[in-house]
Nanobody
């Protein structure tokens, strides 16, 4: 069982940056894939980024490629999402996700087994 807690959300102007963190409980996190999804008002939750258990495989949604970077520190049981060049359309609640299947492929396609409570990111123009 893994519990995920996000932090780092907030309000920023277009072109700015934010770094989200996802702190996990449980020693098994290091064997899980980790990722991020987001949900804007009135829209479905969508995939943002995923990283395999060892960091060797990384996946991004086309909408964030070149602007967002996912990473993880297994010693700290924490995953990160560095968001640069933010746009108003990035405004959403961002959710951390973890999957027992560690490659990240399943997570990137439909989400994994564990979800955080979400953190709000608001980008103003």
């Amino acid at each position: 069982q893994v519990q995920l807690v996000e932090s780092g959300g907030g309000q920023v102007q277009a072109g700015g940056s934010l770094r989200l963190s996802c702190a996990a409980s449980g020693r098994t996190f290091s064997s899980y894939a980790a990722g991020w999804f987001r949900q804007a008002p009135g829209k479905e939750r969508e995939f943002v980024a995923a990283i395999s258990w060892n960091g060797n495989r990384i996946y991004y949604a086309d909408s964030v490629k070149g602007r967002f970077t996912i990473s993880r520190d297994n010693a700290k049981r924490t995953a990160y999402l560095q968001m640069n060049s933010l746009k108003p359309e990035d405004t959403a609640v961002y959710y951390c996700n973890a999957d027992t299947k560690g490659t990240g492929v399943i997570l990137s396609q439909r989400g994994g087994d564990y979800w955080g409570q979400g953190t709000q990111v608001t980008v103003s123009s």
